[in-house]
């Protein structure tokens, strides 16, 4: 207990003896101050004074905890209001609806993807003259108006001839004038890999170029023969992509008609919400400015506002508004399964390998993604199925939703949803990346530092490392966001480290940026914990191994270390809850982006953003009202953040505790 | 074998050698963690001091200690030379040429000046808090160690307010900013709209309404934060004093006010200072408290002038700026070369103020242990 005081807080340690507290019998007589029949002495003063701190003192840490009680478990039953609400109005199954829906966007967006990189790879010539001409065009109009005009007015003839001839020649100098660079520069936004533009390519947008001016203004049909012949030779890829496209409008529409029936339902019972809310408040003033005798004026104000309010409230039968969604939902099942169907047979046209192996990768990414889509969609059917709208939501059901919720989505016009497990995955796999680094390097050097070194150099190394504790966060998390974070980039992208999981990192902030750095936060405190406990082992288990022969390395590894072990574990565990703890660098760093992170990429999670508990509090509180749900949703969140460190806290003491008894 | 041998020369062996690059390992972890603390202290160092010094007498960059954060004035003129100025200075060059040709004119926010208001800012903080922590915690710890048992309840207590030391800064943040800035209670003429409840007194009311992102909200805050690591420090010096000393004192007939003035608080005292720079080291170096309590982006002037114009409420109820969170602000700048020298030696000037106080608290401890042995 002592000895963990001590390191903890890095308090200074004095070999102590028990001081007696209590006061040898005063042979002077006590006489103090009389008042009221108590007797008052200095002492008594004194002593009350300090007791009165004392109790301030452990009233307020004590106030903290029935305050964060109190903020955060106001919390579930408002966010079951919310939900049933959503029930009632629908907009949770309209809900579901868009979880299918989000998934064939992603898939639609890759196959998008693939085909215009595969357009790219194909046409590329004939693309960038395309987009060149637009640019020429927008050249011509600039500078060869009066021209065009003049040359239209002419009669046909030799004179017409001629000028049609120096109108080309113009314009071909005038394209000519514009460097490489500067088209390069222009187009990269339509064609960002385009790295030359061929000779060819340049001399057919003149041309194009030219016959719009000729043709007064006019764009030429050579350019839409161009996009067709391209559409065209795309052949089996563009029917597929179309077929797609066809494929997922009957699920947007009906995404669309669920929204527009439920939004409405929505924004009344909210409204109404407020009202009654209101209407509550106004009958209680009014109750108490009868009972105090109020002026008449302040009771028909009051009796005003009280009717007006009672006026607003809107009534609605949500039975009525419901069947709506109900007769809506009932295509839902032929939808979905003649869009998995659908989606099938356009994957299937799609030939397994292209030329392009980007293209390749991106296609079976949509693939993978369809297989996804099939599965969500199919859990979806169920849950839809299933769906009622009077179906209670109860508080174990709020509660769940937050706890287990996969989603934290605030300040959205739809409807903000709670849900911790993004935010807390994103504390564990911050955390436990960085002891993985932090572990190792703590706990040698701390065998090192007292096993090993000179006394003098670990009279050296110990204030080293202590002095890295002091170390601000915001300080390590401006080193991140300037220094570390361009440098792990490039690293990254270095052929040298490819190995290494995760590598090349294409977030410029990720988890493993805030875990290397939370590591070196991490370490000083695993290192002073546990030497100490390597301290504690008794000097006679390391004699006696070392009369047996077996050298030190041996004495360290198979009789301190295990004697220690569970000093060791704790100091790990109080270097977790320091990390979970952690704010300033993991919002700075960590890329704070509120979604569970892919496992499935395995050990590459590490390149991801994430979002964390400390991070959320600490980037959302600029903008929730007070008292609102999201207020006590924040609070929630340090409700749980509390218990964790409080659960790591005692259980490290009772360890540390038990060992130096 | 040969007479000259020495039979009991150390053989070399595998388990040798393996011992000696076991040891190796655990040493290069050591020194690697050293390392990069010096590596990355050496970076900010290197980057941060060309901002203290500048090229001609007096050499140090005086305006950067006593000047506020300002905007930075970038243009170009028709040559394509590039110019900039600190807000202030521009208007009066613009007078001075009003001829002047100024192409693509951009401002850089925080980019010029100095780090002057929040350094005040973060000493007026750290000042408040050890004051409020240092009068709580001092006396809860003399009452523990000295007038109270060492009961089942008592030892509970100890323990609880051990576990709290532990508590992550965020929650103490949240916890001051929910009661501090939007509960705690208010004398005014106008009772706002979100008071929770409010009594009148007289002419105006006592409204729980709550100080706002405030100076003293934020000072609060961090008391509490540090009040555990305070309050267990301090006990601990306390109860390294022998009890003997008590004992002779109460011999002496003296009462036990007197024994604790004279013969305990002098022997603590340099455990009670260890604990106060201890204390100060982890309040300066906290940037969640003071980001969610006291600190606002828009605050420009120097908190003094609150207390000269309006008076000593409202000193305490503005909000202030401070080093760390003008860190975390600047980190958010975009990136642009001009910006870079207020960045780093921002981060330099902050480091070395944790760091000097960090060094204090060690030096200081190592002095108690050696010294106070009875």
């Known amino acids: ?661 | 074998m040969t007479a000259s041998e020495n039979p009991f020369k150390a053989k070399r062996s595998w388990t040798q050698f393996r011992g000696k690059l076991g040891v190796g390992t655990f040493g290069a972890a050591t020194y690697f963690i050293l390392f990069c603390a010096v590596l990355i202290f050496g970076q900010i160092a290197y980057k941060g001091l060309p901002t203290f010094f500048k090229s001609e007498a007096p050499y140090v960059n005086t305006e950067f200690f006593t000047s506020n954060p300002e905007i930075l004035r970038v243009w170009h003129d028709a040559e394509g030379n590039k110019f900039s100025m600190p807000d202030k200075d521009f208007d009066i060059w613009r007078e001075k040429n009003p001829d002047a040709v100024i192409l693509d004119p951009h401002a850089l926010n925080y980019s010029a000046g100095g780090i002057a208001g929040p350094l005040v800012g973060t000493a007026l903080l750290v000042f408040f808090c050890m004051i409020i922590a240092l009068s709580i915690g001092i006396s809860a710890a003399i009452y523990l160690s000295e007038y109270c048992g060492k009961g089942r309840i008592m030892s509970l207590i100890r323990l609880s307010i051990l576990n709290l030391a532990g508590v992550p800064s965020i929650v103490f943040a949240l916890f001051g900013w929910g009661i501090f800035c939007h509960a705690a209670p208010v004398i005014v003429d106008h009772v706002d709209e979100r008071s929770l409840f409010a009594f009148s007194i007289g002419s105006s009311y006592l409204s729980f309404q709550g100080w706002g992102t405030s100076l003293l909200a934020g000072s609060c805050t961090l008391a509490i934060m540090v009040l555990p690591v305070i309050i267990t420090a301090c006990e601990e010096s306390l109860r390294a004093v022998p009890g003997g000393f008590r004992e002779a004192s109460f011999a002496l007939g003296s009462s036990q006010w007197q024994t604790i003035r004279k013969a305990v608080l002098p022997y603590a005292l340099p455990g009670i200072l260890t604990a106060t720079v201890l204390g100060i080291t982890r309040v300066a170096g906290e940037t969640a408290p003071i980001m969610l309590t006291a600190t606002s982006t828009d605050k420009t002037d120097m908190p003094m002038q609150a207390l000269q114009n309006e008076g000593v409420w409202a000193f305490f109820t503005q909000s202030v700026q401070a080093l760390p969170f003008h860190i975390y602000t600047l980190a958010k700048l975009p990136d642009d070369p001009l910006s870079k020298p207020m960045q780093n030696g921002a981060t330099f000037a902050f480091l070395l103020l944790v760091m000097g106080f960090a060094f204090i608290s060690i030096v200081l401890r190592n002095r108690v242990r050696k010294k106070l042995k009875w």
């Open chain 1, 1 to 661: 207990m002592l000895r963990f005081r001590l390191l903890y807080l890095q308090i200074p340690a004095v070999p102590a003896d028990k001081p007696t507290n209590k006061p040898a019998p005063s042979f002077k007589g006590k006489r103090g101050l009389r008042l009221m029949g108590l007797n008052i002495t200095t002492d008594g003063v004194v002593k009350g004074f300090f007791g009165g701190n004392a109790y301030l003192a452990i009233l307020a840490l004590l106030f903290i905890c029935v305050f964060l009680l109190k903020s955060g478990l106001g919390f579930v039953p408002g966010y079951r209001v919310e939900l049933s609400e959503a029930r009632v109005s629908g907009i949770e199954l309209t809900n579901r609806v868009r979880y299918e829906l989000t998934g064939y966007k992603a898939l639609l967006a890759r196959v998008n993807q693939a085909f215009i990189a595969e357009k790219r790879h194909l046409f590329s010539d004939e693309e960038s003259a395309i987009y060149l001409y637009e640019e020429f065009e927008a050249l011509i109009d600039d500078e060869f108006e009066e021209d065009i005009e003049q040359y239209v007015d002419l009669d046909d003839g030799a004179e017409k001839e001629a000028a049609s001839v120096k109108l080309r020649a113009d314009i071909a100098t005038a394209c000519s004038t514009i460097s490489e660079k500067q088209l390069l520069l222009s187009l990269a936004r339509r064609l960002p890999d385009l790295k030359k533009i061929s000779p060819e390519a340049r001399q057919q947008a003149l041309t194009l170029a030219q016959e719009y001016a000729l043709n007064d203004a006019e764009t030429p049909d050579a350019v839409a023969a161009i996009s067709t012949r391209i559409s065209q030779e795309m052949g089996t890829f563009n029917t597929a992509i179309q077929r797609i496209k066809s494929a997922g409008k009957p699920l947007s529409q009906l995404e669309a008609t669920l929204t527009r029936q439920t939004e409405e339902t929505d924004r009344i019972l909210k409204l109404n919400r407020q009202t009654s809310g209101s209407i509550l408040a106004l009958e209680e003033g009014l109750k108490k400015a009868h009972k105090r005798d109020e002026p008449s004026e302040t009771i028909t104000a009051i009796e005003d506002r009280l009717k007006k309010s009672r006026g607003s409230f809107i009534e609605i039968d949500t039975e009525a508004l419901i069947q709506p969604v109900y007769q809506a939902i009932q295509n839902h099942d032929l939808i979905v399964d003649t869009l998995v169907s659908e989606l099938a047979a356009a994957f299937d046209t799609l030939p397994s390998e292209f030329e392009n192996k980007q293209v390749t990768a991106t296609i079976n990414e949509a693939r993978q993604l369809n297989g996804e889509l099939a599965v969500i969609i199919a859990k979806q059917k169920e849950n839809i199925n299933a769906w009622r709208h009077d179906k209670d939501v109860n508080l174990s059901n709020a509660l769940t939703a937050f706890f287990f919720g996969s989603e934290w989505q605030t300040g959205s016009p739809w409807q903000n949803v709670y849900g911790l497990m993004p935010l807390f995955t994103g504390s564990l796999l911050v955390a436990s990346v960085s002891l993985l680094f932090a572990v190792p390097l703590a706990i040698g050097a701390a065998l090192y530092v007292n096993q090993f070194a000179h006394k003098r150099e670990a009279a050296l190394i110990k204030p080293g490392i202590e002095f890295i504790q002091a170390i601000p966060s915001v300080v390590l998390g401006l080193f991140g966001v300037l220094v570390l974070a361009g440098l792990l980039k490039e690293w990254s992208h270095s052929p040298l480290l490819s190995w290494i999981p995760g590598f090349p990192i294409t977030e410029r902030l990720n988890v493993l940026l805030a875990a290397l750095l939370l590591a070196f936060m991490a370490a000083p405190t695993i290192f002073t914990l546990a030497e100490d406990a390597l301290n504690n082992v008794p000097k006679a288990f390391t004699e006696a191994s070392l009369a047996m022969g077996a050298t030190k390395l041996q004495t360290a590894i198979k009789v301190v270390l295990p004697a220690s072990i569970s000093g060791i574990i704790a100091a790990i565990m109080l270097g977790f809850g320091r990390v979970v703890g952690e704010t300033m660098v993991v919002l700075m760093v960590a890329g704070n982006k509120a979604k569970i992170p892919e496992f499935s990429e395995g050990l590459g999670v590490v390149g991801q953003p994430v979002h964390t508990m400390t991070s959320i509090i600490a980037q959302e509180y600029g903008e929730v009202t007070e008292g609102s749900l999201h207020w006590q949703a924040l609070f929630m969140v340090g409700l749980v953040l509390f218990t964790i460190s409080l659960v790591i806290n005692s259980t490290c003491q009772r360890v540390l505790n038990r060992k130096t008894r």
